[in-house]
């Protein structure tokens, strides 16, 4: 099974997974935009020239101090340079082209450049845009591991290129950069990534450059560490360069870039890049709604396809941080000499549970199972599986072991083409001292701000941690809740293990969210050392006991136990009255706390009761669904769309945290109507219904993972006030719960919804 995941992105070895009957026109790709939230953006966030998980993700920056507020920034108007890594606390490799009459010395202190929107054109897999102050025409595209640049450079004026080898850039200062030219057109050099606050370890990037014309010059600095390249005076012909990376060796990047693009047809590469992201986004083709609707949903599933990048070679070198020094490991290959996954960058799997872990399982499980294979790499080069790593090293960002339920939820939907012992061994070390549980968000050097051992102990992680303070987000009565259902979650696995006496262990320690549920005042509360409650409490103050989010938003975080939850409340009907409630509020402020995840804790966003820009609350629509009120789900999650994610502008999006890729996923899930409250971890699991917001569309299911060929969902009667669900069949017959096992669907049909004004 693994052997097929390698085909989605080796260019020379590009074979499509599955072919479609009929593409439609236009292509999904073509539907892209790549300009939404532009303005809002960070320095991961924005992509362009780019693939699926590319190591290179080639745009213009427009700001260059610091991981917030960086990179491209719509409304910005001026270019600092073209970087080619914009990934999870990594940076590298920037350059700008030139053009001058005079000496280029004075360019290396004063480079940047205006430039307007009118002379831009983005594309997915492109990016093209005129520098004011050059004259300069630069295009932009890449496979996975190489950039591409096209510049066609003014005539009567001297030509060049500037790297830069020094200073911030974006989250890392790039230090000890070099530069030297091995040929008349060709440089190798590297840049290394300082350690951060987040990402405690240097790393390295290695690049190889060659152009189409002769170098004929090379510019210096005393002071600054950056150089141009020179081609002399240009007679109106277009100079092209390719940057292959790699972050182990410099012949790695090298056989990168002779792999990957050993032509010059610039146009092909961009032909390329745009067919390898249509394969992946026409697995899904929708019908119905408006045009913008559509644009919105494909550039969702494209975001979900990216953010988390690539660091292993065409030949499956890896940079490995994960001990005391650096070393270059070696993925496992197949009989062919080629990879059998790749090697990831990853921001955090918190709150993947709801979003990646169910889309990619059932759209890209050949994506998912490469993930997995990736994480029991870095368990067996450093004793723990990640939460999200950069450049080979341990991050320990946000909290708990939120890798638990994605390997739980694929192994129980068949998906199994990783070492599962050894994957088991790895998730059961995460949830006792010394894992994952034991550690707060980046806690590099000790294991006690998780405080597992008082969770395991008191039933309760006390808030604040009688132990002092290790890391960030030491929230107790937000981290029990976290460890409870990744607790479920493990125990579900043990059991299709076998492993009895680790699923009683689990199971008993999944029920500790009742040791945070304070009954008189009916929210969630944190408890200090003593078992005392948090006095004075309000539930709706952000950061006070609970992850990114506030009491009334972390309530109904039990995603394995809402019927549980909802007799602590005083059963489904009054649980039903208070979430409506919630809702009803937040509506108010557009079920989001802002525009940004850098305001949600204003004074008046933090108070919002649900808050779908940040992960603590992506499940609350669909929780209706377990209280018996589907239509309550229906109605919401068609709201929350239209206010949170239904924007096509470069001023609007996500409306804060979109963290790679898991805000549209969720997008994606919510606007076919599926759902999965515990990521999809019980055994044949379900996906539960809410609201579609097409009138049609169909999933091709992956040939070498599941049975069926498609799985449509027909909407009939669809409309924007249509919100709720009259009738509902699966391959003509009724359905009753409120969704599809798992089995059943990937087996293939049509799922029918009659939809309607009424509940």
């Known amino acids: 099974m693994q052997t097929s995941i390698f085909r989605i992105y080796f260019l020379l070895c590009l074979l499509p997974l599955f072919s479609f009957q009929v593409k439609p026109d236009p292509q999904p790709v073509d539907l892209v935009y790549p300009m939404l939230d532009a303005a809002n953006s960070r320095w991961f966030y924005f992509s362009s020239a780019t693939r699926p998980f590319g190591m290179v993700n080639l745009s213009p920056d427009h700001e260059i101090d610091g991981a917030w507020n960086s990179g491209y920034r719509y409304d910005a108007d001026t270019i600092k340079g073209f970087s080619h890594i914009h990934a999870w606390q990594l940076s590298g490799v920037s350059v700008m082209p030139v053009s001058y009459t005079e000496a280029p010395e004075k360019l290396i202190a004063d480079y940047y450049t205006s430039y307007s929107h009118e002379k831009e054109t983005v594309k997915a897999g492109y990016h093209k845009v005129f520098l004011d102050r050059y004259e300069i025409d630069a295009e932009l595209t890449a496979s996975h591991r190489v950039g591409m640049h096209r510049y066609r450079f003014p005539t009567g004026k001297q030509s060049g290129v500037l790297f830069h080898l020094g200073g911030i850039l974006g989250p890392s200062s790039m230090v000890d950069g070099q530069l030297k030219q091995t040929g008349k057109r060709k440089l190798e050099g590297q840049i290394t990534n300082s350690p951060t606050s987040r990402r405690p370890k240097p790393i390295t990037v290695r690049f190889q450059v060659v152009f189409d014309h002769d170098i004929k010059s090379w510019t210096a600095h005393d002071s600054l560490p950056h150089i141009i390249v020179g081609f002399g005076e240009n007679q109106g012909n277009p100079i092209q360069m390719k940057v292959g990376l790699s972050y182990t060796h410099p012949d790695n990047a090298l056989e990168n870039l002779l792999t990957e693009i050993p032509h010059w047809d610039f146009d092909q590469v961009v032909a390329d890049t745009r067919e390898v992201w249509n394969e992946l986004l026409a697995r899904i083709q929708i019908e119905g709604n408006t045009e913008t609707q559509q644009k919105r949903f494909y550039t969702d599933l494209w975001k979900a396809l990216q953010g988390r990048r690539t660091i292993s070679d065409v030949n499956g070198a890896y940079p490995d941080l994960t001990g005391n020094t650096f070393r270059i490991g070696q993925l496992p290959l197949d009989d062919k000499g080629k990879p059998l996954f790749r090697h990831f960058n990853s921001d955090s799997f ?97 294991a006690k701000g998780g405080n597992v051992e008082d969770y395991m102990s008191k039933g309760y992680v006390p808030y604040p941690n009688p132990r002092g303070r290790f890391g960030g987000h030491e929230q107790g009565a937000g981290q029990t809740l976290e460890y409870s259902y990744q607790d479920w979650t493990l125990a579900q696995l043990s059991r299709a293990l076998g492993k009895r006496a680790d699923e009683a262990l689990f199971l008993k320690r999944s029920q500790n969210y009742k040791n945070v549920y304070d009954a008189q005042s009916g929210w969630m509360r944190p408890k200090d050392e003593k078992g005392q409650w948090m006095e004075p ?209 990937v087996s293939g049909g049509i799922l029918k919804l009659e939809m309607g004004s009424k509940p």
């Open 350 to 446: 918190w709150g993947a549970q709801w979003t990646i872990a169910v889309l990619w399982a059932l759209v890209y499980p050949d994506i998912a199972e490469e993930f997995a294979n990736s994480f029991v790499q870095y368990y067996r080069d450093g004793g723990l599986i990640p939460r999200g790593p950069s450049g080979g090293n341990y991050t320990y960002v946000m909290t708990g072991a939120s890798s638990t339920p994605f390997f739980v939820g694929l192994y129980q939907k068949g998906i199994r083409g990783f070492d599962i012992a050894t994957a088991y061994e790895g998730l059961k070390k995460n949830h006792l001292p010394g894992g994952m549980m034991s550690k707060s968000g980046y806690e590099h050097q000790t």
């Open 537 to 745: 409490y309000d539930p709706y103050d952000y950061g006070k006991g609970f992850v990114e989010a506030n009491g009334a938003q972390f309530t109904w975080f039990v995603p394995h136990d809402i019927p549980g939850l909802a007799r602590l409340m005083g059963g489904k009907e009054k649980a039903a009255v208070k979430l409506n409630r919630q809702f009803e509020e937040a509506e108010k402020l557009g079920f989001t706390s802002g525009t940004s995840h850098a305001v949600e804790t204003h004074p008046e966003y933090r108070r919002i009761p649900v808050n779908y820009g940040n992960q603590p609350s992506m499940q609350m629509a669909y929780v209706f669904n377990y209280l018996d009120r589907p239509d309550l789900t229906q109605y919401w999650t068609r709201k929350v769309l239209d206010k949170a994610f239904s924007a096509l502008t470069p001023h609007l999006g996500y409306n804060g945290d979109e963290d790679q890729g898991l805000m549209g996923s969720l997008a994606v899930l919510m606007k076919l109507g599926l759902f999965q409250m515990n990521a999809g971890t019980e055994e044949n699991p379900i996906y539960e219904l809410g609201s579609p917001i097409f009138d049609k569309a169909v999933i091709h299911l992956h040939p070498d993972y599941y049975s069926g060929d498609t799985f449509t969902i027909q909407a009939e009667n669809n409309r924007p006030d249509h919100f709720y669900i009259q009738g509902k069949t699966f391959n003509g017959n009724e359905i009753k719960d409120i969704g599809i096992r798992h089995d059943a669907l």
